[in-house]
């Protein structure tokens, strides 16, 4: 359903993606792990190109960029199929949760404004924050306010939520609940690649774990074999650091 093949991406002379091949099915979902500066962060915005990659070809469904000459409309496409949870959240400051989930609606997806709040209801309540959708981002804990961003991520109906580290700036008693409500959409079938240093998240949540270094991606399996019985030394250096 996505494959990615010799994404290359450099500021300036510091190549920060090496040619990375990845591919992710329908339904799956793929957790991005590696020690902080890797490319993880750079390889997840390249798929919606919120940074441009230098070479290479992205393939969604049956639609395909070729990134060394891409077109406005194919940058456009690219990004009706994906939606991004960031880490800060991102949301609009000055519009409630409701609105924040609403607007991605109405300008994405352009359907009428009755629709759109019908649906962002469902989403928000789907999140757990029925009781919240007058609540303004600065009324909200950052745990909520992630679940806002998951919600307003649904709601673009999007084949692909990347999510980057979506609970990295929370604290530790807000991460739970966050991962509580990515788990649950995950059990819906949605596609997802995440980048995360929850080990135990992923090794639950992923159907496939990819592991990277220095800009390529060392090692990917299933979570089992990755976590129990990695093959490449960097992996099991890895693994033996953070757990
Ligand atoms: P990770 O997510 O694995 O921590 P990142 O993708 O955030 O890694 O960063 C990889 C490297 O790319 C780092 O050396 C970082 O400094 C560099 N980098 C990321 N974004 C930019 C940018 N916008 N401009 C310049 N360098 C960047």
Redesign the pocket.
């Known amino acids: 359903m996505i494959k990615l093949t010799q994404i290359r991406k450099s500021?300036?002379r510091?190549e920060?993606l090496k040619g990375i091949d990845l591919t992710v099915e329908k339904g799956e979902v793929v957790a991005i792990l590696?020690?902080?500066?890797?490319?993880?962060?750079?390889?997840?915005?390249c798929i919606n190109y919120l940074?441009k990659p230098n070479e290479g070809r992205i393939v969604i469904d049956d639609f395909s960029v070729q990134c060394s000459r891409p077109d406005k409309k194919a940058i456009h496409t690219l990004r009706q199929k994906t939606a991004m949870v960031f880490q800060q959240y991102n949301l609009f400051k000055h519009k409630t949760a409701l609105e924040n989930v609403m607007e991605g609606l109405f300008v994405v997806k352009k359907i009428s404004k009755d629709e759109a709040r019908i649906r962002s209801i469902e989403l928000l309540e789907k999140v757990g924050l029925g009781n919240k959708l007058d609540a303004y981002p600065s009324e909200l804990s950052g745990g909520q306010q992630q679940r806002v961003g998951i919600a307003r991520a649904l709601a673009l109906n999007p084949e692909v939520i990347l999510f980057?580290?979506p609970t990295s700036a929370l604290d530790p008693e807000l991460v739970g609940e966050v991962l509580a409500v990515i788990r649950k959409i995950a059990k819906e079938g949605i596609t997802m690649i995440i980048?995360t240093h929850e080990m135990g998240f992923a090794q639950d949540v992923a159907s496939h774990v990819v592991f990277?270094d220095e800009?390529v991606i060392v090692e990917q399996g299933k979570p089992n074999e990755l976590f129990t019985s990695p093959k490449e030394e960097r992996t099991k250096q890895f693994l033996k650091r953070i757990t």
């Open positions: 500021f300036g510091n920060v590696g020690p902080s500066g890797s490319g993880k962060t750079t390889l997840l915005r940074e980057d580290e980048v990277m800009g």
